[in-house]
């Protein structure tokens, strides 16, 4: 199971994994979105990854779930550091905090767009309806870029 999480974040996230720390730094090639944004994806791959804000909320909240026609089962990950290793879980839902950019980012919590109907394409843009315990569905729009290497 570990291979695969290990093989699958190589495949998604386009830096070095355990070296990122900060990701409001931008990726090379590309300036990131106030938003949130994926990354494209080749042919091959079905499953994709969002990062970025999340809009702000008047109150805290939770994330429960995401819609979005790109992909039939979105899940919500965290990636936690268990003993100084790097594991990616599922977890329920993302605790938000009120009136805070709560960011989602490889590190940390995060959306996997599993089962992806087509490849993502850099340029392209999705529709992404976030699901929140409290407060009514937001539905944003989810820009593709490119992985920065040219
Ligand atoms: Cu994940």
Known sequence: ????????LLLIFP???????NHSEPVPGNALPNGLYAFETSSGM????VFGVLPRL?????????ISPVSSQIEIHEMKDVDGIMKMRK???IPLQKQ????????GYHLMLMNLKSPLQEGTEFPMTLVFRKASSVTVTVPVLGRGVN
């Open 100 to 107: 805070k950019e709560n960011i989602l980012l490889p590190t």
């Open 46 to 49: 079905r499953v994709g990854a």
């Open 91 to 93: 977890v329920d839902f």
């Open 58 to 66: 008047m109150d805290a909240d939770d994330l429960v779930s995401v």
């Open 1 to 8: 199971m570990m291979k695969f999480f290990v093989m699958l």
């Open 15 to 21: 830096f070095p994994i355990l070296a990122e720390t």
